[in-house]
């Protein structure tokens, strides 16, 4: 199986660093020409500048993607730039921790809007730029759609709206040959997730069946996979990559018996 995306368009939200830029990374190095965004100009710029190192083709910019005007004028540059747009991957988001009767409004708000408006944007730019020759609209869930963590529950909330999201629009967008797909990351080595590994990766890895985390690049595999010609036929569906997050009540129980 080989994956080759020469002449293809990728976009990827929240681009900049982690699991975004690994996405990034991978698509580009499997020929297609990449566009990230995100709201740090220092880590926009750093990751620019190396994926253009690599020599690979990349335009990157600040943008809120809670805001239609800055979506659409980027998606219109995107065009501008490279002709088409193929491939748009809602991955930003952010993760307030805090209670949800204990979350001020305005974090409340710019979650929402931040992890759940912009899978809206970016379905409505998959229908305007993709209709005449179809593509892919992928959504970032989490495994918190499938078990929610006390003191995260905003996020969880907007995860599980976007993997609802994400059913409705395989169906909405298949008239215009726009599949629509998620990928369930579950604890990922990332900087977001360093300090809480950190803290606490021992008990981390007890509901991991693989027992150990993933990486970024594993997640980009997936995603790829998603956007391929491979999943031609997959749309509403979701691939999670969690190592096997409480598969079963017991997930370590067969690594106790290797050590007994």
């Not at 190396?50 to 980027?74: I, M, N, P, W």
């Not at 995260?152 to 909405?172: I, N, P």
């Not at 980009?220 to 997050?245: C, D, P, Q, R």
Request: proline residues 3%.
């Amino acid at each position: 199986m080989q994956f080759d995306f020469s002449g293809k368009t990728i976009v990827v939200t929240g681009g900049s660093a982690g699991i975004g830029l690994a996405i990034a990374e991978l698509f580009a190095r499997l020929g297609g020409t990449v566009a990230i965004c995100g709201r740090s100009p220092r880590k926009l710029d750093d990751a620019e500048n190396y994926l253009l190192q690599q020599g690979y083709e990349v335009f990157a910019a600040r943008v809120d993607v809670s805001s239609a005007r800055e979506v659409f004028a980027f998606a219109d540059e995107v065009v501008n730039r490279f002709g088409r747009l193929d491939v748009w991957i809602n991955n930003a988001a952010i993760c307030p921790y805090c209670k949800i009767t204990e979350t001020p409004e305005e974090v409340w708000d710019e979650t929402l809007n931040i992890n759940l408006k912009s899978v809206y944007l970016g379905a409505r730019v998959a229908r305007e730029k993709m209709s005449q020759r179809g593509g892919v609209l992928i959504n970032a869930a989490s495994f918190a759609t499938r078990m929610p963590t006390m003191g995260s529950g905003l996020y969880a909330a907007t995860k599980s709206a976007v993997a609802s999201m994400t059913r409705s629009l395989a169906a909405e967008l298949a008239p215009f040959f726009i599949r629509v797909n998620g990928y369930i990351p579950g604890v990922i080595r990332t900087d977001m997730t360093a300090p809480a590994i950190e803290k606490n990766g021992d008990l981390m890895r007890e509901v991991i069946a693989m027992n150990d985390f993933g990486e970024a690049g594993d997640v980009a595999n997936a995603v790829v996979f998603l956007a391929s010609e491979y999943a031609s036929y997959i749309t509403g569906s979701f691939i999670e990559i969690s190592g096997g997050k409480f598969c079963v009540q017991n997930p370590t129980a067969a690594w106790d018996e290797l050590e007994e």
